[in-house]
């Protein structure tokens, strides 16, 4: 999936974008995509590129006005500590709740 999601967030990674690249339903239906993965996938793997992807999205979506549905992270965020996934994981979905 590596490279799936690779490219998702390659579109999205710059801090320089500053004009709208996709509509916003289509940054939406991402987010809820890669949410999932996020949240159901047992590779670290993909929870990590997942999460990453994700945090560039929101990052993007806030310079262009998105509203993103944060309800399903903030429950997961809400299990999960560092007993029971790793610190990178937490301190991504930190920054992108905060």
């Known amino acids: 999936m590596y490279e799936l999601i690779g490219s998702i967030r390659d579109v999205f990674s ?8 996709v509509s916003p339903n289509l940054v ?4 809820i995509l890669l949410t999932k993965v996020f949240i159901y996938s047992d590779t670290y793997d ?41 610190e990178e994981i937490l301190e991504c979905v930190d920054d992108i709740l905060i």
Not at 14 to 21: A, L, M, R, V
Not at 28 to 31: C, H, P, S
Not at 57 to 84: A, V
């Open 14 to 21: 710059s801090p320089y974008i500053s004009t709208p690249i």
């Open 28 to 31: 939406k239906e991402l987010w």
């Open 46 to 86: 993909n929870k990590f590129d997942a999460i990453f992807a994700m945090d560039d999205i929101y990052l993007y979506s806030r310079r262009q006005n998105i509203k993103l549905c944060l309800k399903d992270l903030e429950k997961w965020r809400e299990k999960h500590n560092k007993n029971n996934t790793t």
